[in-house]
């Protein structure tokens, strides 16, 4: 079975960064492209970043780029989201998502908190 288990959520204040890890289990990681979501309190789902396969390619979302950087470890199965120069409106829960033939598997999400 698919699991998608996120970590490295937390308090930080703005300007602050934060590494985010998420941990796949229960399919051949190195065959799909991965991706971040976050959900910020009263606001949709957004699509955040999404990262290659190989680790070679990757986009971001507007409001992240230039700040976060996805990468991926295929040999241990691991995603992460290093996140920097956070501000306020990032305040959200994040969430990993892999596609595997037309669905899409989720992970339970880890929160990320940018208050002073």
């Known amino acids: 079975q698919v699991q998608l288990v996120e970590s490295g959520g937390g308090l930080v204040q703005p300007g602050g960064s934060l590494r985010l890890s998420c941990v796949a289990s229960?399919?051949?990681?190195?065959?799909?492209?991965m991706y971040w979501y976050r959900q910020a309190p009263g606001k949709e789902r957004e699509w955040v970043a999404w990262i290659s396969t190989l680790g070679d390619s990757s986009n971001y979302g507007d409001s992240v780029k230039g700040r976060f950087t996805i990468s991926r470890d295929n040999s241990k199965n691991t995603m992460y989201l290093q996140m920097n120069s956070l501000k306020p409106e990032d305040t959200a829960v994040y969430y990993c998502?892999?596609?595997?033939?037309?669905?899409?598997?989720w992970g339970k999400g880890t929160l990320v908190t940018v208050s002073s």
């Open positions: 229960g399919f051949t990681f190195s065959m799909y492209r």
């Open positions: 998502k892999v596609r595997r033939q037309g669905m899409e598997d």
